[in-house]
């Protein structure tokens, strides 16, 4: 079946414009996770979504972030006056729930350069 | 608290062993292990679970020491498809909501 898609797969933009991240997790998959990527670095848990729900934001790095998911489905993640510290690679995954029993299925992620 | 796993980088030929390591300064409830090649997603190669189960590839081999707060992942007769950044991701406890994720151990295979 599909697995998780992402687009766009790389987005260039202007110091001080709003991106808008798109995720579409395995159908099915109740929880939904962003994380970022440095080059060369690790990932870097963002926020989380069970349902539609966001219970733990406490990953995102500043009031310019914010993500929301609609229909137990598609999420989108906001990054508004983007900076260029926030360039990175943005990864989706989904899991069937959320739990340290399940295993998360990434998505291509979203190359973003901020100029 | 982020993970830290060992070594930070390994290169090895073809056939041979290597033992990656992380290492956590908390009680772990799980470890998952993942591999991302260069420019792909993370993908998952196993779970281990506080009490002993597992869950993954058949031909990954991984351990979990709870009260070392430890894991490892074996790669033994190494191939060029295992070249890659392998990442561990720890789970705190049951009710946490977050896999915690180390900076990786890029592994490199040689013919």
């Known amino acids: 079946g599909a697995g998780v898609s992402q687009s766009p797969s790389n987005k260039v933009t202007e110091k001080g414009k709003d991106v808008e991240l798109r995720c579409d997790p395995i159908?099915?998959?109740?929880?939904l996770y962003w994380y970022r990527q440095r080059l060369g670095q690790g990932l870097e848990f963002l926020i989380y979504?069970?349902?539609?729900?966001?219970?733990?934001k406490s990953g995102l790095p500043s009031d310019r972030f914010s993500a929301e998911r609609t229909g137990e489905s598609v999420s989108t993640l906001t990054i508004q006056r983007t900076q260029q510290e926030d360039s990175a690679v943005y990864l989706c995954?989904?899991?069937?729930?959320?739990?340290?029993?399940?295993?998360?299925?990434f998505g291509p992620g979203t190359r973003l350069t901020v100029l | 608290q982020q993970p830290v796993q060992s070594p930070q980088a390994v290169i090895l030929r073809e056939g041979e062993d290597a033992v990656i390591n992380c290492s956590s300064s908390?009680?772990?409830?799980?470890v998952h292990w993942y591999r991302q090649k260069h420019g792909e997603a993370p993908v998952f190669l196993m779970i281990?679970?506080?009490?002993?189960e597992q869950k993954g590839h058949e031909k990954i081999s991984a351990s979990f020491n709870e009260k070392k707060q430890q894991s490892s992942l074996y790669l033994t007769a190494s191939q060029l498809s295992y070249s890659g950044t392998y990442f561990c991701?720890?789970?705190?406890?049951?009710?946490?909501?977050?896999?915690?994720f180390g900076q990786g151990t890029r592994l490199t295979i040689n013919p």
């Open positions: 995954a989904s899991s069937l729930a959320q739990g340290p029993y399940n295993e998360q299925f």
């Open positions: 159908s099915g998959h109740t929880a």
């Open positions: 979504f069970q349902g539609n729900s966001a219970p733990d």
């Open positions: 908390k009680a772990l409830y799980s």
């Open positions: 281990l679970l506080k009490g002993g």
């Open positions: 991701g720890t789970w705190e406890d049951q009710g946490a909501q977050k896999l915690v």
